[in-house]
């Protein structure tokens, strides 16, 4: 008989919402799983949104206060997907209580923030999962063993964009996400934090950057009550936009090569275009997310004039045989959820670490924090 897991949701939001159905969907597609997640119980503040969520997917009990979470004994596993300025105080406390945390990134507002969770998450002994789903789509993940082989050659530079317009509308409410003290960072902590997963996963540490940040919508409206994703607040009160809007960045590799991380929350015309372009000295290879499950291949002797090809992934690459039968039939942003899910769940099954960990996001949190050095200086700054 399978081994139930209680797990809980802190925090129903969209992402909560995408973990919970994560949750749901993770036995369909791993039959083997030796785990089965059960939705014990759903922490939100917001009145009756924890009661709509345990009402559509059939969480056991609800609650306002995160803390009778880390209390309850039924709770074994714990999804943090709570704005950013709460991840610290409540990964530290879920990992103390004992309970296997996965948690959305940045894992909270800076590097200080994801070493205390990291560190909670080591002396507890319990596994450590964080939210960098885009790694887990198999493109990415064929992308990297082409690299590893070397059938590019060596790497020389990397182009990796994140664009979108998420907040590019002038009445975007004034929530949280833009408040200093509690989304941190905006587009840095964001979109930038994934940008430095793939940087890390594809090509390895990076060893020095150079960044420039903006902000160009310098107000917004605050919203006058609960907010969910990314709402809208015509004719409220204007309060200013604290982190910032865009940032442009120079990035040197431990291995030599050179990259650009650009990312930008307020790109009018940009809906999730997120990608890289990886160079080497015999090929390269192209990733777009809005096309998931193809890559951009160029490979061969030819060196001048040499074609690109279109690979679309399969059942070979990654985890796509566990979605479809074939190459070219599409996978989606919630399947990348399910694979992180998955890797959670095995880690918590095996005790070993599947997939994106606390080490992860505190690399990914110092590069953060040393662009926003960069930016104010003007300077390279060594990681």
Not at 104 to 131: F, M, N, R, S, Y
Not at 183 to 193: F, K
Not at 305 to 324: I, K, W
Not at 331 to 347: C, N
Request: net charge negative.
């Amino acid at each position: 008989m399978l081994d139930a897991l209680g797990v809980a949701v802190v925090g129903f939001g969209w992402m909560g919402r995408v973990h919970t159905q994560a949750y749901a969907r993770v036995r369909h597609h791993y039959p083997q799983l030796a785990l089965r997640p059960e939705l014990v119980t759903v922490a939100e503040e917001v009145p009756g949104r924890a009661e709509e969520a345990a009402a559509q997917f059939g969480f056991a009990s609800t609650t306002r206060d995160w803390r009778e979470v880390a209390a309850d004994p039924r709770v074994r596993a714990v999804s943090v997907t709570a704005p950013n300025f709460l991840h610290r105080e409540i990964g530290v406390a879920m990992a103390e209580a004992g309970k296997h945390l996965w948690i959305e990134k940045p894992v909270g507002l800076g590097a200080d923030d994801a070493h205390a969770v990291a560190d909670a998450v080591a002396k507890a002994g319990v596994q450590g999962t964080v939210g960098f789903n885009y790694r887990n789509a198999p493109a990415v993940e064929a992308a990297r063993e082409l690299i590893a082989s070397g059938e590019i050659g060596t790497v020389t530079h990397v182009r990796i964009r994140l664009f979108s317009d998420y907040a590019a509308h002038p009445e975007g409410a004034l929530t949280w996400r833009y408040e200093r003290e509690r989304g941190g960072s905006g587009v840095l902590g964001d979109l930038a934090s994934h940008g430095v997963d793939l940087a890390r996963f594809l090509l390895g540490d990076i060893a020095s950057l150079a960044a420039d940040t903006a902000v160009f919508l310098p107000e917004r409206a605050r919203p006058a009550g609960a907010t969910a994703g990314h709402s809208r607040a015509a004719g409220g009160e204007l309060g200013p936009v604290e982190n910032e809007d865009y940032v442009n960045c120079l990035l040197r590799f431990a291995s030599g090569a050179r990259g650009v991380l650009e990312a930008c929350r307020v790109s009018v015309g940009e809906q999730n275009n997120y990608g890289f372009e990886v160079h080497g000295t015999r090929g390269a290879v192209f990733w777009d997310f809005r096309r998931m499950n193809e890559l951009g291949v160029s490979r061969g002797t030819a060196y001048q004039d040499q074609p690109v090809s279109t690979v679309y992934v399969g059942p070979g690459d990654g985890e796509f045989g566990a979605f479809q039968p074939g190459a070219a039939n599409a996978m989606g942003y919630d399947d990348l959820k399910v694979i992180e899910a998955y890797r959670f769940l095995r880690s918590v099954a095996e005790g070993v670490p599947y997939g994106a960990t606390l080490a992860d996001a505190v690399h990914s949190a110092v590069a953060l924090d040393a662009m926003a050095r960069s930016a104010e200086s003007g300077a390279w700054v060594v990681l």
